[in-house]
């Protein structure tokens, strides 16, 4: 079978989970926003509300909203010179020699990257639930892995190599 043409760059963003995380994150904020604007036309009796916590509970309602779509940034970027992997907070680059494998399982909610030294690390942005997309990223980075191994000058076997 021959090897697929590798594209010149891969980039992969968890679809359906950027959708779920706008729509959540826009009702949190739209409840939130009512409560405040109707919190003066309610009191305990003991308590009255002010601006103050109308202000407070619409802040605390954008920032849930934020928040919410934090979970949607994850992103994956390949080109020829490596893999860029962000999982919501925190970005890595490995360089296509620190990989051996792409992995996407049957059973695997998202891909992951096996490397070279026994680590593996999740690739939220590629996800099953987003279907071809996943399959065409996936795909994608498995190609320009083998474009850069194929590229790889050959070392003569160590001693300890099977």
């Known amino acids: 079978m021959p090897s697929p043409v590798a594209p010149a760059r891969v980039s992969a963003v968890p679809r359906r989970l950027r959708l779920v995380c706008a729509v959540v994150a826009a009702v949190v904020v739209a409840v939130m926003v009512v409560v405040g604007l109707t919190l003066p036309d309610s ?3 003991v308590v009255e509300f002010g601006w ?6 619409i802040g605390i309602g954008i920032s849930l909203g934020a928040g919410i779509l934090t979970l949607g940034r994850s992103r994956v970027d390949a080109d020829a010179s490596g893999v860029a992997v962000r999982n919501l907070f925190i970005q890595h680059v ?3 020699s620190a990989v051996t494998a ?7 909610a998202w891909a992951t990257l096996q490397l070279g030294n026994g680590d593996e690390v999740s690739l939220l942005a590629v996800l099953a639930v987003d279907g071809e997309h996943a399959v065409h990223a996936v795909d994608g ?10 590229a ?5 076997p160590l001693l300890y190599d099977d």
């Open 43 to 45: 009191s305990t009796g």
């Open 52 to 57: 103050v916590d109308q202000v407070a509970l």
């Open 102 to 108: 792409v992995r996407f399982e049957r059973k695997s």
């Open 152 to 156: 790889e000058p050959a070392r003569p």
């Open 94 to 96: 490995y360089p296509w």
């Open 141 to 150: 980075l498995r190609a320009l892995l083998a474009e850069a191994k194929a």
